[in-house]
């Protein structure tokens, strides 16, 4: 079955302090690995593609890294206009051909001064 | 370029009543999907359009929920009768390429909050 699993569940930084979000998938048939940033009282905002093992990807303080069964999102020198929801989501393809994006469950991230 | 439009923002019914959400793409985007994210959760895929045909409905509860297409463009999502654990937001969101190759990438719109008591 296809799944795609996110740790940790939250996390509370401090200001400047750098961490990694972890994001695991068991797919067949990957076509990309999605990153989405989503704010309270709001729809999922697109942040990454990764599309094969090796593939990084930066924005700001943001940078997202992809191997066959993972992938991270490290976060360096975060500020509190960081603190959202970091969702994963796998893109597979299905019968017909067509993609079907699958999301993890997200890590809530807090970011104090 | 205009974002994905969805109505209502908030809407509270109580259990066994009837409620619709109104979802409106972005202009030339063929495929659209209707999401339903329960607090804390990810979203889950309830169906999905290419063009005005169903290519995906296989988590929609089709005794309580439907939806449709029309003409390709706006959607409507319909849940009757509501049970409590329909409470939840119901995300839509549209992606600019048919669907069939490589990897697209989704839109969404800022959803709509039901609370079903």
């Known amino acids: 079955e296809d799944q795609v699993t996110q740790s940790p569940e939250a996390l509370r930084l401090q200001e400047g302090e750098s961490s990694s979000l972890n994001c695991s998938y068991t797919?067949?048939?990957?076509?990309?690995l999605f990153w989405y940033r989503q704010d309270p009282g709001k729809g999922p905002e697109f942040l990454f593609t990764?599309?094969?093992a090796g593939e990084e990807k930066e924005k700001e303080r943001l940078k997202a890294t992809l191997t066959k069964k993972e992938s991270f999102l490290h976060i360096t020198a975060p500020k509190p206009e960081d603190s959202a929801t970091y969702l994963c989501a796998v893109q597979i393809m299905f019968s017909g051909g067509y993609n079907k994006l699958i999301f993890g469950a997200g890590t809530r991230l807090a970011v104090h001064p | 370029e205009a974002g994905v439009a969805q109505s209502p923002r908030y809407k509270i019914i109580e259990k066994r009543q009837s409620v619709a959400f109104w979802c409106n793409p972005i202009?030339?985007?063929?495929?659209l999907y209707w999401y339903q994210q329960i607090l804390g959760q990810g979203p889950k895929l309830l169906i999905q359009f290419q063009n005005n045909g169903v290519v995906d409905d296989s988590q929609l509860p089709k005794d309580r929920f439907s939806a449709e297409r029309l003409k390709g463009v706006d959607s409507t999502l319909k849940i009757q009768p509501a049970k409590l654990e329909d409470s939840a937001v119901y995300l839509c969101?549209?992606?600019?390429?048919?669907?069939?190759?490589?990897?697209?990438?989704?839109?969404f719109g800022a959803g709509s909050r039901l609370t079903v008591l």
């Open positions: 797919v067949s048939g990957l076509r990309g």
């Open positions: 202009s030339g985007h063929a495929t």
């Open positions: 990764l599309y094969s």
């Open positions: 969101a549209s992606s600019f390429d048919r669907g069939t190759s490589g990897a697209n990438v989704l839109t």
